[in-house]
Nanobody, 125 residues
Framework: QVQLVESGGGLVQAGGSLRLSCAAS????????MGWFRQAPGKEREFVAA????????YYADSVEGRFSTSRDNAKNMVYLQMNSLNAGDTAVYYC??????????????????WGQGTQVTVSS
């Protein structure tokens, strides 16, 4: 099993920045990739970004490309989501997730059996 603890959410003005953190513990050696998803009230959960644990390859949704970046520190079992140029459309609960399998679509939530508790990001404008 893998446990994920997410932090860093809060209230920010439009145009501002936030950095989210996700700490992984347990059977972290089994993790292939870490993903970020978000869910706004009344909307479906959507893919935001992903990063492979060993190679550090990153993937982004079109809606955040160029504004968000994800990184990882393997020694600390940490993954980060740096969010810049935030706008009201970014308001959502953000979740980190862990995927143990290699041959998966990283943009699919069903590829991730392990999830953090979520952290609220609110952008005012």
């Amino acid at each position: 099993q893998v446990q994920l603890v997410e932090s860093g959410g809060g209230l920010v003005q439009a145009g501002g920045s936030l950095r989210l953190s996700c700490a992984a513990s347990g059977r972290t050696f089994s993790i292939y990739a870490m993903g970020w998803f978000r869910q706004a009230p009344g909307k479906e959960r959507e893919f935001v970004a992903a990063i492979t644990w060993s190679g550090g390859r990153t993937y982004y949704a079109d809606s955040v490309e160029g504004r968000f970046s994800t990184s990882r520190d393997n020694a600390k079992n940490m993954v980060y989501l740096q969010m810049n140029s935030l706008n009201a459309g970014d308001t959502a609960v953000y979740y980190c997730a862990a995927a143990p399998k290699i041959n998966i679509r990283l943009e699919y939530a069903s590829s991730y059996p392990y999830w953090g508790q979520g952290t609220q990001v609110t952008v005012s404008s």
